[in-house]
């Protein structure tokens, strides 16, 4: 009866440290320590179907309403794919640095907006693609600085 014990209990000691990589670095730990990688050389330009969200993205829509005091925005928009939100109607905070004054429900714009850190978007930079044209949102896009 001893000896069966002994084998069990080498059995189940073998078990565990097989499952445990018998004491050597599992290969889930390898594969997540990239810090041997050059990644300057790697090309990311195809990570399959995966859309990576980021906190800024622009796109174009309909005024639907503006708060009295210009500091809401609510638009039924199209996607915006740079903060990986679909198309929906909702409201959006306004930055300080916005003014809506001219701007009012039906109006057509196209807008850009970044996700604080608290979740919430809010409008960076508005333009009327009505008045101002398809494309008046680059003049308040300049990346140049950046």
């Given at each position: 009866?001893?000896?069966?014990?002994?084998?069990?209990a080498s059995a189940i000691f073998?078990?565990?440290?097989?499952?445990?990589?018998?004491?050597?670095?599992?290969?889930?730990?390898?594969?997540?320590?990239?810090?041997?990688?050059?990644?300057?050389?790697?090309?990311?330009?195809?990570?399959?179907?995966?859309?990576?969200?980021?906190?800024?993205?622009?796109?174009?829509?309909?005024?639907?309403?503006?708060?009295?005091?210009?500091?809401?925005?609510?638009?039924?928009?199209?996607?915006?794919?740079?903060?990986?939100?679909?198309?929906?109607?909702?409201?959006?905070?306004?930055?300080?640095?916005?003014?809506?004054?001219?701007?009012?429900?039906?109006?057509?714009?196209?807008?850009?907006?970044?996700?604080?850190?608290?979740?919430?978007?809010?409008?960076?930079?508005?333009?009327?693609?009505?008045?101002?044209?398809?494309?008046?949102?680059?003049?308040?896009?300049?990346?140049?600085?950046?």
């Amino acid at each position: 009866m001893k000896r069966i014990t002994q084998l069990t209990a080498s059995a189940i000691f073998a078990l565990s440290l097989a499952a445990c990589g018998g004491g050597q670095e599992s290969t889930d730990t390898k594969a997540a320590d990239h810090s041997g990688m050059d990644h300057s050389t790697m090309d990311h330009s195809e990570m399959g179907d995966t859309k990576m969200a980021g906190d800024t993205g622009h796109t174009t829509g309909v005024i639907v309403s503006i708060s009295d005091d210009g500091q809401q925005a609510t638009i039924d928009h199209q996607e915006i794919a740079g903060v990986g939100m679909g198309a929906m109607t909702m409201g959006f905070g306004i930055l300080s640095s916005v003014d809506l004054s001219e701007y009012t429900s039906g109006d057509n714009v196209s807008f850009m907006v970044k996700k604080g850190r608290d979740g919430s978007y809010r409008i960076t930079a508005i333009c009327n693609t009505d008045t101002d044209g398809a494309d008046c949102l680059k003049a308040k896009m300049d990346h140049s600085g950046h």
